[in-house]
Each structure stands twice: as structure tokens, then as C-alpha cells.
């Protein structure tokens, strides 16, 4: 049902990281519940490919910026959703600065665009505020075992940052801010090359390479599909009242690194063999998250198994990695593309 902003017409809502992976599925759900979308992004790891087929949306406008610069906008807004980060460790540490950055200035200012316009405001934040964890499952009362000097830290102190402006702007009145804490999330639209687990491992099956493992692969990770991600943040941003805390959004089936590989191997047939490498510094252990808030206060929970989540994604990067560009810029080399006939998905 379309709810209606303050002004009786639908809501216009902002996405800072809009062309982003998570942030493009988001402007997609909200434009077909019939919000107006402002989408801000950087296009630091965004893709204007992402939002290409809203490009002639009439409830849609793309405005590039950094949130880093963003200090007013030229029309009300009756909520804010801050996407805007590089999420993958190999992208957020490639200026780490800059990820830092992003994540306490670019959010001030979006807290301060909140505040003007009277917003609510939802921060996405990160399973990595729980660092490499001593308590499993993570709930959201657990502070976390962070690295605070280490090569996470842009990310993950920055994220701990964001947290607690907005947790100081709600105390003070000041603003109605959500705190969502994501954890790894895949689909389609993940760039190809971003280095996170999973993009890896289904890319590297389809183009014949060797499976990348960090480590002995006896690592965990929790892996959401992204509609069910993005249907939690859409919950949180309209609860009432304000749950005033974070709330971890994530699917709870745990695997190991090696069982994934298992999984795309089984789903890409591919004659690739598995290269093990060094395991990143502070690289967590374990990760799951304990979703009883999420399902309590907003009555939601992931709907798409691993499986049928990782057969939809392999079937977007087999249609996709012979036409799109590869890392925003350049174009897949041949050699990927003329794979693209030979491949199939085993389910
Ligand atoms: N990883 C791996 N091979 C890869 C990429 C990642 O074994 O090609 C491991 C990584 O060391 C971590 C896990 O997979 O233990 C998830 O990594 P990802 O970068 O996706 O996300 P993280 O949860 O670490 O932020």
C-alpha cells in the first residue's frame, strides 16, 4: 500500500549509495510501492549500469555526489536511507581514508539533511562492528571484538562511528535514525571483481579459473539474498516506534568458506581446482547473526535459501559478464564472453 509522505502525495525518499549493489535493489522496491527516489551516488563503487533501467523513471532522479560534499538538496525528502560505502574489504581498504571518511562525515551530513527535512533516517550499518567475534551467534547487545588500528579498522571503526551519531541524534530528539546492522549479503548486481567471497568464487567458476580460498576455507560466514535485505531495511525504516537500537538484518545458516565452494562447484560445473591463500589480517572466524529482534519487532525473516539464492546469482553473472563492464570501466576480456554459451547451472 502506498503511504503518504506529509504532504499527502507519495514519499520521496533519498538513497545515498542508490547505484550501489544493495542501493539499486532498495530504489527498485521503493519506486514500485510508488515513492519518488532520489538516488545520490559517488559512482566510487556504484554503477551507473545499476540504475540504467530507471534512468527514464518519472518518480526517479539520479543525482551524483559524494556524500562526503552532500550538504543540502534542492527539494523535501521524507526519508533517507545511507547505503553509501564500499562494502567489500578489498574496496573499502583501497582508500581507507576516504572509507572513513565516508562513513562519519558523508553520514554527519546526511544526519544534518535529516534533521533539516524532518526525515527518518536508516544508516546501514555492518556485522563488522562485531569485529573477529568471541560470542556466537552475534546478537546486537554483544560490543564486539574490533580491531581499532588494523586494516578493517576504516570499515569497521567507521561503521561504530556512524552508529553512534546516529544513537546520539535520536537521544537528543534530534533525529528519527534506524540502525540496521547488515551482514554479508549477495545477488545480482554484485560487481564482479569486487573481491568478496562469493562474486569470487561464481566468477572464477564460470571463467574456468581456480577457486580462491583465504585460509584453511574452515571460516563461517551467514550469506542473505538481497531481496530479503532489502525487504528488512524497508521494515525497519517503517516500524513505530523508533526501536531506538540497531537491529542485525542477515540470514542465519551458517557455512563454511570450504562448504561454499562445494556449493559452486556443484551449481557451475567447472574444471577449476581450489588455490589456497594467506587468510587476511583480522579476517573474522566465525559469523552469525541471532535475527530474534528482527523477527520480534518487525516480523521479518529471510525467505531465499543459499541454494536457490546462489543458482539466481549464477544465472545473472552468466548472462551479464559477456556484455557488462567488468570493475565499471573496462569490458569483460573475450575470453569470458565466448565462455558465456559453454555454461550452465547444475541444480
Ligand atoms: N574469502 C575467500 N576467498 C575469496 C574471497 C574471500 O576465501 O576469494 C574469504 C575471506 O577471507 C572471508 C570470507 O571469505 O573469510 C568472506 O569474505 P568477504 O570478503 O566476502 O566478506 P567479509 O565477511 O570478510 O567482509
Redesign the pocket.
Same mark, same amino acid.
Do not use: K, M, V, W
Given at each position: 500500500m502506498l503511504q503518504k509522505s506529509r504532504n499527502g502525495k507519495g514519499r520521496s525518499v533519498l538513497v545515498a549509495g542508490g547505484a550501489g549493489f544493495v542501493g539499486s535493489h532498495l530504489c527498485d522496491a521503493l519506486l514500485s510501492r510508488g515513492d519518488r527516489v532520489l538516488c545520490v551516488d559517488s559512482f566510487i563503487t556504484g554503477s551507473v549500469t545499476n540504475v540504467q533501467p530507471l534512468a527514464n523513471h518519472p518518480q526517479f532522479r539520479l543525482i551524483e555526489a559524494d556524500i562526503c560534499d552532500l550538504r543540502s538538496i534542492d527539494e523535501p525528502v521524507d526519508q533517507i536511507y545511507n547505503l553509501a560505502c564500499a +562494502? #567489500?574489504?578489498?574496496q573499502y581498504q583501497a582508500d581507507p581514508v576516504h572509507t572513513m571518511m565516508t562513513c562519519v562525515a558523508g553520514t554527519g551530513n546526511l544526519l544534518a539533511l535529516a534533521e533539516y527535512h524532518n526525515a527518518s533516517f536508516l544508516q546501514a550499518s555492518? #556485522?563488522?562492528v562485531y569485529g573477529d567475534p568471541a560470542e556466537h551467534p552475534q546478537r546486537e547487545d554483544y560490543r564486539g571484538n574490533v580491531s581499532c588500528t588494523g586494516p *578493517?579498522a576504516c570499515y569497521d571503526e567507521g561503521k561504530r562511528a556512524a552508529e553512534a551519531l546516529c544513537f546520539d541524534l535520536v537521544r537528543a530528539g534530534r533525529v528519527d535514525a534506524r540502525v540496521a546492522r547488515i551482514? =554479508?549479503t549477495?545477488g545480482p548486481r554484485m560487481q564482479p571483481h569486487d573481491? *568478496?567471497?562469493? #562474486? =569470487?568464487?561464481l566468477v572464477?567458476a564460470i571463467t574456468g579459473k581456480p577457486?580462491?580460498?583465504?585460509?584453511s576455507?574452515q571460516?563461517?560466514?551467514s550469506f542473505c539474498f538481497v531481496s530479503d535485505l532489502v525487504a528488512g531495511l524497508m521494515a525497519l525504516m517503517n516500524v513505530t516506534p523508533n526501536p531506538q537500537g540497531p537491529v542485525n538484518l542477515g540470514n542465519p545458516g551458517e557455512f563454511t568458506?570450504n562448504q561454499? +565452494?562445494e556449493m559452486v562447484h556443484a551449481m557451475v560445473p567447472t574444471a577449476a581446482r581450489i588455490a589456497y591463500?594467506p587468510?587476511?589480517q583480522d579476517?573474522?572466524?566465525r559469523?552469525r547473526p541471532d535475527i530474534s529482534k528482527a523477527k520480534d519487532l518487525l516480523g521479518w525473516e529471510p525467505r531465499v535459501p543459499l541454494a536457490e539464492g546462489l543458482r539466481q546469482t549464477a544465472a545473472w553473472f552468466i548472462a551479464t559478464l559477456g556484455t557488462q563492464p567488468v570493475s565499471g570501466k573496462r569490458r569483460a576480456p573475450p575470453s569470458a564472453r565466448t565462455r558465456r554459451s559453454n555454461v550452465s547451472i547444475g541444480v
Open positions: +562494502a #567489500s574489504p578489498p555492518t #556485522s563488522e *578493517r551482514f =554479508n549477495y573481491g *568478496r567471497i562469493i #562474486s =569470487n568464487l572464477q577457486l580462491t580460498i583465504y585460509g576455507g571460516q563461517t560466514r568458506i561454499l +565452494a591463500h587468510l587476511p579476517d573474522p572466524q559469523r
